[in-house]
């Protein structure tokens, strides 16, 4: 557990909240095969990668993402095991240019979320907060890696705009979750959502899209 003092060296909570979480919060890169059928019946094997972000829960190698940044790795492979051909890698804030194979050890996919497996140790665990304790307009980090890897590491600023607020995800699934105006894009998915002391509040699983809407993210609380 480390706590927060804002120092001479350090200008805001957002700057200290980045130096304290930024290793605690991983790059993940899912690669999958499928087999697309052509117009004369041929069978054609077809690669496709997605990139998302993780949360180090401990230090001997558990990372909490969402199970639809994994989901094209796991379909039609048994319980806590990739498909054949699909493969899942964690990148470190420490090291981004190494790619570490990851396991999966369980997901729910009502929940959208996952737990997957690195083999290392002594990695900086994230500390956990308590969700339940949030007021509206409390100050919200993300760091993620929006727009994929070439982004890990980033980190936006915004309040708590809502709770409780009852979603439907793009899969059917309904999920009550926090609303913040942090930033949150696509490659988020899976990272951090921290208070103003560095605790971790929620994993960023979703924005609302579109030319009308600007500033609405959404986390599953801690």
Known sequence: TTNITVAQNVSNAAEAVAKKCNNSVV????????????????SNEQESTSEGSGVIYTADGYIITNYHVISNAVENASYGSTASGASINVYLASDPENAITASVIGYDASADLAVI??????????????SDSLEVGQTTIAIGSPGGLDYMGSVSQGIVSGLNRSITTESGVQMN???TDAAINPGNSGGALFNETGKLIGINNAKMSGDDYDGIGFAIPV
């Open 27 to 42: 790059g993940i890169r899912v690669k999958s095969t499928s087999t697309v059928t052509g117009f004369f019946g041929q």
């Open 117 to 130: 497996k690195i083999d290392r140790t002594d990695l900086p665990a994230v500390e956990l907060g308590d």
């Open 177 to 179: 979750l926090i609303q």
